[in-house]
């Protein structure tokens, strides 16, 4: 009973360097969602996807692009790393409007 | 902008007293109000929620009350347990066309033995 699985659970990067995230889950969720957590900040989102075929932006989507690959998958990716994107990203998904989030154990990214 | 707010980083409780945890937000369109639990090195957990259509729900220790006209939620645990010391995040959401989920910085609670 997997859920939701992020890979890698560890990154570090050099400034400019680029990479992708990525998110699958097996519970047939339509919405799903990339967070990022940093201290005193809380969780805040940076792009979510409502269902196959869309993308939105968050609260904090500026460097970062996405991709619903299927209903399965969501991947992020970081075009030009900076140090500003260290932390730990977190993907979730639910099943619609009105429905709890479940997450993922989350990747730990430094960009030094 | 934060829409959500957990005003207090930090609670400490004795174990068997109880802890509340308080939540306000400022968009009147949310009608969709959840707390998560989370410990370190792991993702965040469900631990209750509630609609915009009640005041108060209820899952064993766990109480969450709702205030609309002051937008405000809070999260109850009596009795506390020591292994309730987590970081607990607040989160709303909204229906219609907008679906995402807005989370609180989070409040780390410690409960002492």
């Known amino acids: 009973n997997a859920g939701v699985t992020q890979t890698p659970k560890f990154q570090v990067l050099k400034t400019g360097q680029s990479m992708t995230l990525q998110c699958a889950q097996d519970?047939?969720?339509?919405?799903m969602y990339w967070y990022r957590q940093d201290p005193g900040m809380g969780l805040r989102l940076i792009y979510y996807?409502?269902?196959?075929?869309?993308?939105d932006k968050g609260e904090v989507p500026n460097g970062y692009n996405v991709s619903r690959l299927n209903k399965r998958e969501f991947s992020l990716r970081l075009e030009s790393a900076a140090p500003s994107q260290t932390s730990v990203y977190f993907c979730?998904?639910?099943?619609?409007?009105?429905?709890?989030?479940?997450f993922g154990s989350g990747t730990q990214l430094s960009v030094l | 902008d934060q829409q959500v707010k957990q005003n207090s980083p930090s609670l400490s409780v004795q174990e068997g007293r109880i802890s509340i945890l308080n939540c306000d937000y400022t968009?009147?369109?949310?009608?969709?109000f959840l707390w998560y639990k989370k410990y370190p090195a792991e993702g965040p957990t469900f631990l209750i929620s509630?609609?915009?259509?009640?005041d108060k729900n209820e899952d064993g220790r766990f109480t969450v009350f709702l205030n609309k006209s002051a937008k405000h939620l809070s999260l109850h645990i009596v009795p506390s347990q020591p292994g309730d010391s987590a970081v607990y995040f607040c989160?709303?959401?909204?229906?219609?066309?907008?679906?995402?989920?807005?989370f609180g910085a989070g409040t780390r609670l410690t409960v002492k033995p």
């Open positions: 979730a998904s639910r099943t619609g409007v009105g429905e709890k989030l479940f």
């Open positions: 519970m047939n969720h339509n919405s």
């Open positions: 996807s409502a269902s196959e075929g869309t993308t």
């Open positions: 968009n009147s369109m949310f009608d969709y």
């Open positions: 509630i609609s915009s259509i009640k």
């Open positions: 989160a709303a959401s909204a229906r219609g066309n907008n679906n995402d989920m807005r």
